[in-house]
Every structure is written in C-alpha cells, then in structure tokens.
C-alpha cells in the first residue's frame, strides 16, 4: 500500500501510528479579464512570487506567493483579499503592461508541507507494507516522477536510483522543535 494522499496523507500517516508535523496550504491563483495576447512563454520570477502565463484567450493566469495557510478543517484554502492585491503588485513589478489587468477569478488547493519543505518518501517504520510518497511541499508535480520510479524499486524490494534515507518519515522524531519556524513563513 502506498500513502500517496497529497495534503491528507500526514492524517493517513497518524492512523499507522506515524504523526508528522505536516500541514495544509496552497498558492492564491488568479485568472485576470483577457487582455491583447503578448506573453507567449510562461514566465516565474526567480524569486518564485510570481508564476504566469497568458493564454491564447488573453487571459492572465499567475500564482502569487506567498502560500496561504489552509482553513482548520485542511480541505480548503481560501484567499484574502490581500493576497489579490499583493499578487497583481508582484505582477505588475514582472510584467508592468499587466498592472491594470482586472482579476474575474481567484482560488486556491490543498497541498502537504513539511517543516523541512521535503517529501516523505520511502517504507513505513510502524507496518510492513506501506509506503509513504508524500509532503512535495508545492513541488510534488514537478518530483514526482523521481519519486515513483524511486518508490517503485523500494516496494519491487531494489535498490532506488537515489539514497531515499533523507526522506524517510522517522526523520521527525528529533526535528518536531523546527516546524513553528518553518510554518511561520505562511499567512
């Protein structure tokens, strides 16, 4: 059995008797009104506040960071105004023709995060046969096919292509004290 439970799977953890400081949050989304089409690649900001595209439509479509905590009940995320505003600011300091862009649209997911912002990934220590591959933190699209080919050689009991010991979901036990620094970080 592999817990592969996105922003659920630290409750799913807890039920095999393995508690992991995780947390819900997610990136405000926004959709703006079409605009003349202009931005034909997808542009991030390296600093990673800004993520956006323009489709063929002319609609503005960009994430604006920071992430926002999700609500108590960890199944959904909603936007303050704020984060509106303080996204189309971001925007406009990336593409500065987009600073009057009216947004008709916002949302937001549910994604894991870990103290560490790294995944769990590898074999349970509480039940033989489950695995765990979750807590990408954001980025669990983007890691995932490592992460399956790594799982993969772990259940089909091989060696996987990269040393999955840092990722192990034990690694909490002695590091508990660092996740109130670490969520700090979003709002």
Not at 52 to 78: C, K, L, M, W
Not at 85 to 91: D, H, P
């Amino acid at each position: 059995v592999v817990n592969a439970g996105g922003g659920w799977a630290g409750s799913l953890a807890k039920t095999f008797g393995e508690e992991v400081p995780m947390f819900s949050a997610g990136p405000p989304q926004f959709v703006t009104e079409p605009l003349p089409y202009m931005l034909r690649p997808i542009v991030q900001a390296v600093e990673g506040d800004v993520i956006v595209r323009q489709i063929a439509r002319g609609n503005i479509i960009f994430a604006g960071y920071p992430r926002t905590r999700s609500q108590a009940d960890g199944e959904h995320t909603y936007v303050p105004p704020q984060k509106i505003v303080q996204g189309m600011a971001s925007l406009a300091s990336v593409v500065p023709s987009f600073a009057n862009a009216e947004v008709i649209r916002a949302w937001s997911g549910v994604e894991g995060y870990l103290p560490d912002m790294l995944p769990v990934v590898g074999p349970s220590q509480a039940v033989p046969g489950l695995f765990h591959a979750f807590g990408g933190s954001g980025g669990g699209f983007q890691i995932a096919p490592a992460v399956g080919d790594c799982l993969a050689a772990v259940v089909a009991d091989e060696q996987p292509a990269c040393d999955l010991h840092p990722y192990r979901i034990d690694r909490f036990n002695v590091q508990l004290e660092t996740s109130e620094k670490i969520t700090t970080e979003f709002d």
